[in-house]
């Protein structure tokens, strides 16, 4: 899985009054906790661009003064007027210990379904993941390169070496539906065979 490194500075101070000071200088307060001590630190906004706004998803590495940590994201708060990032907090994880997070579905292949008319629908843009940390791929890849009009990819037609999806098997990744054009030709064509 990628990696993106983020620079923090230590919070010395934390509540309402700081968080509203670090805002003001530019830089989102953040939190890292899961890990033998929680870490209060701040990252200039800018540097959250690359993170936050992206279908991707990334392994994180922070460092805070001369310590280095290996983290996911775990919530982000927005603003509600102007959408700029005002908190984000971060699970630090660990490279003997399971990690759960969601990865972005990529799709291959040329759908017969498609070809044909039909609408690709995708279900699940993000598909919820478990394993461990060498494991974690960056995307869950579905080829549609068989699938017909009418039907789905579900989450137990794919599986990736070492991880589990943790979505019940039966839920759609994705589907290839018909269009009204394709269900009006359908008819026409059964109206045609009926009438001769």
Do not use: W
Request: glycine share 6%.
């Amino acid at each position: 899985m990628k990696t993106i490194l983020l620079k923090g500075l230590e919070r010395e101070a934390v509540g309402t009054t700081s968080a509203k000071r670090t805002r003001e200088a530019g830089m989102v307060p953040c939190v890292l906790y899961g890990g033998e001590e929680q870490v209060n630190f701040a990252v200039y906004t800018d540097d959250f661009k690359n993170l936050i706004y992206t279908p991707n998803t990334y392994l994180v590495k922070i460092e805070v003064g001369e310590k280095s940590y290996k983290a996911i994201v775990q919530e982000v708060q927005f603003h509600p007027v102007n959408d700029t990032i005002i908190h984000v907090d971060f699970l630090e994880v660990k490279e003997d210990k399971p990690v759960v997070l969601s990865v972005p579905t990529i799709v291959t292949g040329n759908s017969p379904g498609v070809r044909a008319g039909g609408r690709l629908a995708v279900k699940l843009k993000k598909v919820r993941i478990k394993g461990m940390l060498k494991d974690l791929p960056d995307s869950i890849t579905v080829d549609i390169s068989n699938v017909e009009l009418g039907k789905s990819i579900k989450v137990e037609n794919v599986s990736v070496p070492n991880i589990e999806l943790l979505h019940a098997p039966n839920v759609a990744i994705l589907t290839v539906e018909a269009t009204r054009a394709t269900r009006q030709a359908a008819n026409d064509a059964a109206a045609a065979i009926s009438g001769k």
